[in-house]
């Protein structure tokens, strides 16, 4: 008996725990938090002509806001910011899609390197919010939730299909 109770309330307890993150389905967490993160390997090129060829990338993707370099001459690591907008709603209105804001770290080992897109900041009317802990509570409009994440996955799945092409192409470096 007591093991049937004991099955029961970790059943329960199991349930309770994935209904909240629930809304977080179609995004990948890192420490609780959403972060797309992968390390690549690109033979034969050198960090310096990855690094290179990321700030063309950046240079060339119209989300993307700023570019901040590191300041010193061993290319290891690049910070940008950039957003999009994304529809959280029924209807195709202008009013209903949210800015979308989010933070890209690249960092460059050898021929190897590696991207993070994180710091994702959901911005409605003046207000802004962590992804995180941004979802709609009323009942009847939960069901949009997984649909506006979707879209931020799609979103973001662009981008990472985007540099991966930039970093394995041969590109022209900017001057």
Not at 41 to 48: A, C, L, N, R, Y
Not at 87 to 104: A, F, K, Q, V
Not at 142 to 155: S, V
Request: hydrophobic share 35%; with cysteine.
């Amino acid at each position: 008996m007591k093991f049937l109770l004991s099955v029961f309330i970790y059943n329960i307890i199991s349930i309770g725990c994935i209904a909240q993150n629930s809304f977080l389905d179609n995004l990948p967490l890192k420490n609780g938090k959403v972060n797309f993160t992968k390390v690549l390997e690109v033979d034969g090129i050198s960090q310096k002509e990855l690094y290179n060829r990321a700030i063309y990338w950046l240079k060339d993707t119209e989300d993307l806001q700023s570019i901040r370099v590191s300041n010193d001459s061993i290319h290891e690591e690049i910070n940008s910011k950039g957003k999009f907008k994304a529809l959280w709603g029924p209807n195709d209105y202008p009013e209903l899609y949210l800015s979308i804001g989010y933070t890209i770290k690249l960092y460059f080992r050898n021929n190897r390197y590696k991207y993070e897109f994180t710091n994702f900041i959901v911005k409605k009317s003046e207000v802004e919010m962590q992804i995180e802990i941004y979802k709609m509570e009323n009942n009847k409009n939960r069901k949009y939730n997984t649909l506006f994440y979707k879209q931020i996955d799609e979103q973001i799945q662009i981008l990472i299909t985007s540099l991966e092409k930039a970093m394995k192409i041969n590109i022209e470096s900017p001057k």
